[in-house]
C-alpha cells in the first residue's frame, strides 16, 4: 500500500523569505501523481501545485516549486516571497496513475506560519 | 462557475442517529468523491461516484454510503453515528478522476 509523510507538523517563515516543506512516499508503482494541496482556514483545499511521475521536469506554479526526487521517493514544495496570505495547512498527496485506482492518500500536513 | 458546493456547512447530530451530507459537483466535472477529515489529520478516502456507481471505496465500514444522481451531485449517508465519526467531511469533484476539485466542506459533530 502506498503512504504518504510529511515529517513537519509547523513550520515558519518570515514574510518575503522562503521556505521548503518536506514530503516523501512510498510505493511499489512507476507511474503516479503526486499534489500539492493548500487548506486556509476557510477550510477549503486548494491545489497549489501537482506533478506526473514520468515527467523529469519540477513542477511550477508562480512562486510554488516542487523538487520530485523520483528515486528518493521525494517531493517539496519550496514557496519563495512567502506572502502573509501562505499561512496554511499544505498537504502531499499521492494518487495512481493506471485505471481502476482512483483514490488520493494524503499526507498529515504541515502547517505553515508567515511571520510579518 | 461555479465550483463545489456542500450543505450543510455545520451539522450537530447524536450518536446513533443517521446524516445526510450533499455535494453539488464543478461544471462539467461528472466523478465525486468523499473523504473524512479528523481534526489534525489528512483527509482519508471515503469512497467516489462515477455514472452513478461506487466506484473505489476505502477503509470505511458500511455505515458510509452514498448516491449520485444523473445531473452528477451526490449524497454521503452515515448511519448509526459515533462519536468518532466527527470530523470535517469533503466532497471533491473532477473529471475523468485527475485533478480534484475540493468543496468546503460539512463539518459534523457528534455528541
Known amino acids: 500500500a502506498q503512504t504518504v509523510t510529511q515529517s513537519q507538523p509547523e513550520m515558519s517563515v518570515q514574510e518575503a523569505e522562503t521556505v521548503t516543506l518536506s514530503c516523501t512516499y512510498d510505493t511499489s508503482e512507476s507511474d503516479y501523481y503526486l499534489f500539492w494541496y493548500k487548506q486556509p482556514p476557510s477550510r477549503q483545499m486548494i491545489l497549489v501545485i501537482r506533478q506526473e511521475a514520468y515527467k523529469q521536469q519540477n513542477a511550477t506554479e508562480n512562486r510554488f516549486s516542487v523538487n520530485f526526487q523520483k528515486a528518493a521517493k521525494s517531493f517539496s514544495l519550496k514557496i519563495s516571497d512567502s506572502q502573509l496570505g501562505d499561512a496554511a495547512m499544505y498537504f502531499c498527496?499521492?494518487?495512481?496513475?493506471?485505471?481502476?485506482?482512483?483514490?488520493?492518500?494524503f499526507g498529515t500536513g504541515t502547517r505553515l506560519k508567515v511571520l510579518a | 462557475d461555479a465550483g463545489v458546493t456542500q450543505s450543510p456547512t455545520h451539522l450537530i447530530k447524536t450518536r446513533g442517529q443517521q446524516v445526510t451530507l450533499r455535494c453539488s459537483p464543478k461544471s462539467g466535472h461528472d466523478t465525486v468523491s468523499w473523504y473524512q477529515q479528523a481534526l489534525g489529520q489528512g483527509p482519508q478516502f471515503i469512497f467516489q461516484y462515477y455514472e452513478e456507481e461506487e466506484r473505489q471505496r476505502g477503509n470505511f465500514p458500511d455505515r458510509f454510503s452514498g448516491h449520485q444522481f444523473p445531473n452528477y451531485s451526490s449524497e454521503l449517508n452515515v448511519n448509526a453515528l459515533l462519536l468518532g465519526d466527527s470530523a470535517l467531511y469533503l466532497c471533491?469533484?473532477?473529471?475523468?478522476?485527475?485533478?480534484?476539485?475540493f468543496g468546503p466542506g460539512t463539518r459534523l459533530t457528534v455528541t
Open positions: 498527496a499521492y494518487r495512481s496513475a493506471p485505471s481502476g485506482t482512483y483514490k488520493y492518500i
Open positions: 471533491a469533484s473532477s473529471l475523468n478522476s485527475y485533478e480534484q476539485y
